[in-house]
C-alpha cells in the first residue's frame, strides 16, 4: 500500500441488496427511487410515487448511516414520514419490504432491467412494455434495429435513435464498477485475506492499483496460492457459474509470486506494459522490492496511479515525486447547502469542514436556471451572504465561508445573473447542467463563451458525465484547456465518485498549458466531503502536485487569490 493510496466506483441503480445488515443510506435510497418507478410504470398516483422519489433524494445524501438513527432523528429528515420510517426498519432488518417485493413480483426482470437505461422513464417503458410486448433489453434493441418505436405515440425517429444509442452504452457497460465501489469491496476481501493467511504478503495490482475510474475486477498478488485460498472459508469468496473466484459480486483474479520476486511481479502487473519496456525496466533479475528495479534503471520509484501509457509523453510529470495526498488539501471548494438542494444548512456544512481539519468552505449553491435544484433567486443569494457575513464574524478569521455560486452556463454561454450579482460573489464556478445533446463545436463554443466571462472562475465538471451512466458532453479538450489557459480560469477535477471529471487523462496537458485545477467535491450533504478522496485518486493519475492545485491553498492564500478576481 502506498501512502497517498487507492481510492474506488459503482454499478447500476437498481442492483438488488440481500446483505441487509449492510446496507447504506445509498442502497436504501435507491430501494425507494426504485419502488416510486415501479409504482409510476403501473399507474398509480402520482402523489404516492413523489413521496418515494423525494424520499430518495433526502437519503442518497444523509450522512449518519440511517441504522445509527434514532427515531426522532428519522422524523426529523424531509420527506421521510412515518410509512417510509417503518419501511426504512423493514430494510434494515429483512433487506426489503413487502411493498417493494410486490411490485418487483409484478414487474418481468427485464422490463425492470429497462427502466435503468438513461431516458426510458416509466412512462416510456410502460408503452414499450404494454404496447409492443416487449419485456428484456434485447427485444427492445432489436426493435430499435427494426425501426417499431416509431410506431408509438411520442417515439420519433430521434427518440428512437437515442434510446438505441443508450441501450448500447448500458449493455457496454455491465460487468465494470466504479472505482470507489469495487476498492471498498476490495479493501474487504484483503481484510479477510490478512484475517485467513496471517504473515503472507498480500497488496493490490492491475488497473485497482492504478485507480483507474471504472473497472472489471478486483486484481491481487498474493504470496499464497490461488487453489489454497479459494479453499479458505473465511475468505468470503465464491465460485461463479464461470468457475472463476469473485467476491461480492465481483470477479477476483489472483497473480501469486514467491517473496524473493515480489518486486518484479509487482511491477510487472501493475504497469500498462509499453511502461516497462519504453522506461526500460529489467525484470529478470530476482528483486523482493519495487525500488530496486526502479533504482538500477537510474529512476525514482514511480507511484502506481502514474503507470499509464499517458504519462510516458509527459516525462517531466511522470517522473516528479511530489503528488497530491489527502494532507495536502486545506479547503473545501464547491459545495451545496439547504439554500439549494444540498441536506445539510450552510452552518453544518461549515461545521464538518472544521472537524475534518479544513480551513475553509467555498460554498457553491445553484444558480437560478436551476430550477430542478431550487437554484437560488436573488433575494436568496442576498440572505445567504448576509448569513455568511455574520458566520464569518463569529469564526473571527479561524475559518472562513467564501460567497461562491456555481452558475449555470446557458445556452450561448453566458452565465446566470446580471453583472452586478456575479460581482458579488468572491468566486464562480460555471457549469453546464441541461441541453446536453449539443454538438462538439457547438458544445466546445459554449464552454469557451463561459470561460472568458471576466467572472468564470472555475469551470466545473467539463463534460457532465456520469461513469457508467451518461457519456460526457462531447467537446475539444485542447481548445477549452487552452482558452482556460489564456484567461487564467481554473478547471474542477469533480471529486463525486459518478464523475471525476475533468477526466484524469487531461490533466497533464492542463498542467502543461500551465492551468490550475481543483479537486472539488461538489457535497450535497456532510458526507460528501469525504468525496474529495476520489478525486485525489483521479488527481494522482494525472500526476498533479499540491503546487498546482487551488484547494491546496492556505486560508490567506485563497482569500488573497479570490479577491484579485474581477468583482
Known amino acids: 500500500m502506498y501512502s497517498n493510496g487507492l481510492f474506488p466506483l459503482s454499478s447500476i441503480t437498481f442492483t438488488p ?56 432523528e428519522l422524523k426529523s429528515i424531509p420527506g421521510i414520514g412515518a410509512a417510509i420510517q417503518e419501511k426504512i426498519k423493514e430494510l434494515l432488518d429483512k433487506g426489503s419490504f413487502s411493498a417493494l417485493d410486490k411490485y418487483r413480483d409484478m414487474t418481468p426482470e427485464g422490463v425492470r432491467e429497462i427502466l435503468q437505461v438513461k431516458g426510458l422513464g416509466p412512462k416510456k417503458v410502460q408503452a414499450i412494455w404494454k404496447e409492443l410486448q416487449i419485456e428484456s433489453i434485447g427485444e427492445l434493441l432489436y426493435a430499435c434495429q427494426e425501426n417499431r418505436l416509431t410506431l408509438l405515440a411520442g417515439f420519433g425517429a430521434k427518440t428512437q435513435a437515442t434510446v438505441e444509442q443508450n441501450l448500447q452504452f448500458f ?6 464498477f466504479r472505482y470507489k465501489d469495487l476498492y471498498l469491496k476490495a479493501k474487504e476481501l484483503m481484510a479477510n485475506l490478512q484475517k485467513a493467511f496471517p504473515g503472507e504478503l498480500f497488496s493490490f495490482t492491475g488497473a485497482l492499483v492504478r485507480q483507474e475510474q471504472v473497472l472489471s475486477e478486483i486484481e491481487l498478488l498474493c504470496s499464497v496460492d ?32 514467491e517473496s524473493t520476486r515480489w518486486g518484479n511481479h509487482s511491477i510487472q502487473h501493475s504497469c500498462e506494459p509499453e511502461f516497462i519496456a519504453q522506461l526500460g525496466l529489467d525484470l529478470h533479475p530476482d528483486a523482493s522490492d519495487e525500488l530496486s528495479i526502479f533504482k538500477a534503471a537510474g529512476l525514482p520509484l514511480i507511484h502506481p496511479a502514474k503507470r499509464n501509457a499517458v504519462l510516458l509523453e509527459y516525462r517531466d510529470i511522470l517522473l516528479k515525486e511530489a503528488l497530491v495526498g489527502k494532507n495536502d488539501i486545506k479547503g ?26 479544513y480551513e475553509y468552505l467555498a460554498i457553491t449553491d445553484h444558480s437560478k436556471s436551476a430550477f430542478y435544484a431550487q ?11 448576509r448569513e455568511i457575513d455574520a458566520l464569518n464574524v463569529r469564526w473571527n478569521g479561524s475559518f472562513k465561508i467564501f460567497k461562491g455560486i456555481e452558475s449555470d452556463i446557458l445556452y450561448d454561454g453566458r452565465l446566470d445573473y446580471d453583472v452586478v450579482i456575479l460581482a458579488g460573489f468572491d468566486f464562480v464556478i460555471a457549469s453546464v447542467h441541461s441541453i446536453l445533446n449539443m454538438d462538439e463545436v457547438k458544445a466546445t463554443q459554449r464552454l469557451i463563451t463561459a470561460i472568458e466571462n471576466p467572472y468564470t472562475t472555475i469551470l466545473g465538471h467539463p463534460t457532465g ?29 469533480n471529486a463525486n465518485p459518478h464523475r471525476l471529471d475533468l477526466d484524469w487523462s487531461w490533466i497533464p496537458y492542463a498542467l502543461k498549458k500551465g492551468v490550475m485545477l481543483s479537486i472539488n467535491p461538489d457535497a450535497h450533504s456532510v458526507g460528501g466531503i469525504s468525496d474529495i478522496e476520489w478525486g485525489i485518486a483521479a488527481a494522482q493519475k494525472g500526476g498533479l502536485e499540491p503546487n498546482q492545485c487551488l484547494c491546496c491553498l492556505s486560508l490567506l492564500e485563497i482569500d488573497k487569490y479570490f479577491s484579485s478576481r474581477p468583482h
Open 17 to 72: 441488496y440481500t446483505n441487509h445488515s449492510s446496507m447504506d443510506n445509498k442502497a436504501i435510497a435507491n430501494t425507494f427511487l426504485e419502488l416510486g418507478q415501479l409504482m409510476e410504470l403501473h399507474g398509480e398516483s402520482p402523489f404516492k410515487t413523489k413521496a418515494y422519489q423525494n424520499a430518495y433524494l433526502s437519503l442518497k445524501k444523509l450522512g449518519t448511516p440511517l441504522n445509527e438513527l434514532s427515531d426522532d
Open 171 to 176: 449493455l457496454d457497460s455491465q460487468g465494470w
Open 226 to 257: 490461488e487453489i489454497v485460498i479459494n479453499a479458505h472459508p473465511e475468505t468470503g469468496m465464491i465460485m461463479s457459474d464461470t468457475g472463476k473466484p469473485e467476491f461480492e459480486g465481483i470477479p477476483v483474479h489472483i497473480h501469486y509470486s
Open 332 to 357: 473545501v471548494i464547491h459545495a451545496h447547502s439547504t439554500y439549494s438542494d444540498g441536506l445539510n444548512t450552510l452552518e453544518e456544512m461549515a461545521a464538518a469542514c472544521m472537524q475534518n481539519g
Open 375 to 385: 437554484g437560488l433567486e436573488v433575494e436568496r443569494v442576498l440572505q445567504q451572504w
Open 465 to 493: 458525465r456520469l461513469l457508467l451512466s451518461r457519456k460526457g458532453y462531447p467537446i475539444d479538450h485542447v481548445k477549452v484547456i487552452d482558452a482556460a489557459a489564456a484567461k487564467n480560469v481554473i478547471i474542477e477535477i
